[in-house]
């Protein structure tokens, strides 16, 4: 949004596939320009598919709103350039492999010497110091190490995984979060920034750890809690919905909107429940394969109690709050043309936090944002001419 909170702050991306870029997007959403230096072959993510009219769309979903600039970071010019860059930047962003930012001649310390009020953010795999800081990863290997993967699935399940890298996009989201915070600090000061993924994904489970610390390895338990229930997916006569119960009241209005009022003299507190959860569950799986899932939501709803449908991603879309809330939206490209996307989960001023302009092209930017730090004419198509740069 362009009048949004964070306009008039420069936030510059060093950024490769999700974690870096998803955290500058929710930047560029609230407003800030952010300025993205990619490589002359582009941020990996540019190859993965799906594609449309061959630009990627898996890039597109972590880089809208932003200004690409492809430069060859060795050549004099480009180093000129990003310590131009750097010097009027509020914030750095990176997720590059361990060093990298050093070996470019812009790590912490450079960073610091050039601008002494710079936020510089680092999301890393686990963590910018410590016996595993030179070590890299990607999502899956996080969630593996995180305890993740050992707590999905059901009880006889091979180790499962959940479905989207969410190591990633809770990164993103902490390593925004902590810029916003020092942005906001008066006077504003020199900031080091670090995230890791693997952290991440600990500290989102926390629920969870909590049975560890009590008592050991949790059991997985598939889609139903370990701390309540009935709180889980049910199977109704035509398809599947899910039940969350969190109080005794509930529970009470339950059984009595099923007409089981021996289920509540049976299991009046959340502690009996839990101990016989296996006969209880059965006895509610019974009852509901008698009804569709509609005709449940529709009496569960009415008597006030959390209950909801198991939608496909194209029906959550389609559903009338998404749509509400502008979930799906669309981009003219300049290449792809009409391009559909995930919306921000973000509101304010009751309207979607969301950049305008459409993810860019690998260079898109580039001869602007030269120009802008003094590098001439002559010189910006030189670069272009040595292959030192792209524009398309």
């Not at 006889?156 to 995984?161: A, E, F, G, L, R």
């Not at 260079?363 to 001419?385: C, F, N, P, W, Y």
Request: aromatic share 6%; net charge negative; proline share 6%.
């Amino acid at each position: 949004m362009s009048d949004g909170p964070l306009r008039g702050t420069v936030v510059l991306e060093f950024g490769n596939l999700v974690a870096a870029p998803y955290a500058t997007m929710l930047l560029a959403d609230l407003g800030a320009r952010v300025i993205k230096i990619e490589p002359l072959g582009g941020d990996l993510s540019r190859g993965f598919g799906p594609f449309q009219e061959g630009e990627s769309l898996f890039f597109m979903a972590a880089n809208r709103g932003k200004e690409s600039v492809a430069i060859d970071t060795k050549d004099w010019r480009s180093k000129r350039l990003l310590d131009s860059l750097v010097r009027k930047a509020d914030a750095v962003v990176n997720n590059l492999r361990h060093g990298a930012m050093e070996r470019m001649g812009l790590g912490p310390d450079r960073c610091r010497e050039l601008n002494p009020n710079l936020i510089y953010a680092t999301v890393s795999a686990f963590g910018s110091t410590g016996p595993y800081a030179g070590r890299a990863g990607v999502d899956v290997i996080f969630q593996g190490e995180s305890g993740m993967i050992s707590i999905t699935g059901g009880p006889d399940d091979p180790p499962q995984k959940t479905a989207t890298t969410i190591g990633d996009y809770v990164a993103g989201t902490n390593a925004a979060l902590a810029v916003v915070a020092a942005l906001a600090e008066k006077p504003r000061r020199w900031r080091r920034i670090d995230v890791s993924l693997r952290d991440g994904l600990m500290a989102v489970q926390a629920g969870w750890n909590t049975l560890a610390f009590a008592d050991g390895q949790p059991e997985r338990t598939g889609t139903a809690s370990p701390f309540l229930a009935p709180n889980q997916v049910f199977e109704a006569s035509d398809g599947h919905f899910t039940l969350a119960i969190v109080s005794d009241r509930h529970f009470a209005i339950l059984c009595d909107t099923l007409d089981r009022l021996d289920l509540a003299e049976r299991y009046p507190t959340n502690e009996e429940r839990m101990a016989d959860r296996d006969h209880l569950v059965a006895e509610l799986a019974r009852v509901f394969q008698g009804g569709t899932v509609e005709h449940w939501l529709e009496t569960l709803h009415g008597a006030g109690l959390p209950a909801g449908r198991v939608l496909t991603i194209p029906e959550a879309f389609a559903d009338p709050q998404a749509v509400h809330n502008q979930m799906a939206v669309e981009y003219e490209h300049p290449v792809a043309g009409t391009v559909k996307g995930t919306g921000s989960p973000i509101q304010v001023d009751l309207s979607p936090a969301r950049a305008a302009d459409a993810p860019p092209l690998l260079g898109q930017h580039t001869r602007q944002v030269l120009r802008e730090a003094g590098i001439d004419e002559g010189s910006i198509e030189k670069m272009i001419e040595e292959g030192k740069a792209v524009s398309p």
